[in-house]
């Protein structure tokens, strides 16, 4: 009987482990599929900080683009 119980714990923590994965793809997925629904990147910039607000549940998000290394050669730093 003791077997049994601790497989069946066993299996309920990795059927929620299997269930909150899935949620987290289900989520990634949305979000990716209304990003990739924006046409310029001022839209795509501004549907990420929502979603990442949104998901996060931050009171605001900001993004900080920088120039690649190879955009800043012969620029002083």
């Known amino acids: 009987l003791g077997g049994s119980l601790a497989a069946i714990i066993a299996n309920a ?39 990442l607000t949104r998901i996060t549940g931050s009171k605001q998000t900001k993004i900080k683009i920088l120039p690649q290394k190879d955009d800043m050669e012969g620029f002083d730093q």
């Open 13 to 51: 923590r990795l059927l929620e482990q299997i269930r909150l994965q899935a949620e987290r793809e289900r989520i990634v997925n949305d979000v990716t599929n209304r990003i990739r629904r924006s046409t310029d990147i001022q839209s795509i910039l501004t549907t990420t900080a929502s979603e």
